[in-house]
T-cell receptor, first 114, second 114 residues
Framework: SAVISQKPSRDICQRGTSLTIQCQVD?????MFWYRQQPGQSLTLIAT?????????ESGFVIDKFPISRPNLTFSTLTVSNMSPEDSSIYLC???????????FGQGTRLTVV | DAKTTQPPSMDCAEGRAANLPCNHS???????VYWYRQIHSQGPQYIIH???NNETNEMASLIITEDRKSSTLILPHATLRDTAVYYCIVRVAAGGGSNYKLTFGKGTLLTVNP
């Protein structure tokens, strides 16, 4: 299994500002993902964080709004830029295990934009 | 992407078996079925996965029909702590090689009653 630490666990931010969320894994992993879970909704995949190259974004998500870094095989960041109240969600980091057979999730970052 | 259909909610009595159905009629031959659950305010937790054969682990059993168009997750002796949203997911390829991603549907809210 993989242990995932996300920081911060929660934050309240002013609209128009940006927040960077960190995801640290206790082992090297090939695939890292970022999800968003809006209140009362299921998880939506934002992007796949690729080590050494640009992230691969899902439909409806763009790099200018959600820039992602992946400097090595154990760490990634997601920035939520120019925030609005609609960005209030839980943001989750996920990694694929060594054999690509199961995904592990962090506990999420609960973001409230006021 | 292969879609899944699940009932929005189910109830189960404590100590009884919980049988959660999932339809995935557009699944491709090499796509796996995964089950995750999310207990309130926590990140999703892996339960089990399978391709063709029935699978069992310490948490649950997975029954996949012969035509692979549907599956059932069985929690043999449900407890109050099994109350959660259960997600049935078809794992699809993401890019080349052995990369995959998980796309979550709406899931089933299982409520285990005393």
């Amino acid at each position: 299994s993989a242990v995932i630490s996300q920081k911060p666990s929660r934050d309240i931010c002013q609209r128009g500002t940006s927040l960077t969320i960190q995801c640290q894994v206790d082992s090297q992993v090939t695939m890292m993902f970022w999800y968003r879970q809006q209140p009362g909704q299921s998880l939506t995949l934002i992007a796949t964080a690729n080590q050494g190259s640009e992230a691969t974004y899902e439909s409806g998500f763009v790099i200018d709004k959600f820039p992602i870094s992946r400097p090595n095989l154990t760490f990634s960041t997601l920035t939520v830029s120019n925030m609005s109240p609609e960005d209030s969600s839980i943001y989750l980091c996920s990694v694929m295990g060594r054999m690509n057979t199961e995904a592990f999730f962090g506990q999420g970052t609960r973001l409230t934009v006021v | 992407d292969a879609k899944t259909t699940q009932p929005p909610s189910m109830d189960c009595a404590e100590g009884r078996a919980a049988n959660l159905p999932c339809n995935h009629s557009t699944i491709s031959g090499n796509e796996y079925v995964y089950w995750y659950r999310q207990i309130h305010s926590q990140g999703p937790q892996y339960i089990i996965h399978g391709l063709k054969n029935n699978e069992t682990n310490e948490m649950a059993s997975l029954i996949i029909t012969e035509d692979r168009k549907s599956s059932t997750l069985i929690l043999p002796h449900a407890t109050l702590r099994d109350t959660a949203v259960y997600y049935c997911i078809v794992r699809v390829a993401a890019g080349g090689g052995s990369n995959y991603k998980l796309t979550f549907g709406k899931g089933t809210l299982l409520t285990v009653n005393p």
